[in-house]
């Protein structure tokens, strides 16, 4: 089992940033990929970043060049920096987590709202 608490997210506007955090506890060493997914209203959730246990990421086409996944082991803790932000960047934001021992697992954060205001 693994539990993710997340942090951060909240109202900026347009062009500005803001710093999700997402702390893993449990069976972290099952972790094999952390990441972000977000949802906005009437659509379906979508990867927005991802990074492997090998250091590997991934970007959403829309965000690449503005966000910026990261982690510090010490904190069990994966950070998404994003900048630039667009009123398209709207959505509640979930930090996710892919376990492949003993079985293959997606766990999810409780979710935080993104609002980016034009």
């Known amino acids: 089992q693994v539990q993710l608490v997340q942090s951060g997210g909240g109202l900026v506007q347009a062009g500005g940033s803001l710093r999700l955090s997402c702390t893993a506890s449990?069976?972290?060493?099952?972790?094999?990929?952390m990441g972000w997914y977000r949802q906005a209203p009437g659509k379906q959730r979508t990867l927005v970043a991802t990074l492997t246990n090998r250091g590997s990421t991934n970007y959403a086409d829309s965000v690449k060049g503005r966000f910026t996944i990261s982690r510090d082991n010490a904190k069990n803790t994966v950070y998404l920096q994003m900048n630039s932000l667009k009123p398209e960047d709207t959505a509640v934001y979930y930090c996710y987590a892919y376990v492949d021992y003993m079985g293959r697992y997606n766990y999810w954060g409780q979710g935080t709202q993104v609002t980016v205001s034009s």
């Open positions: 449990g069976s972290i060493f099952s972790i094999n990929t």
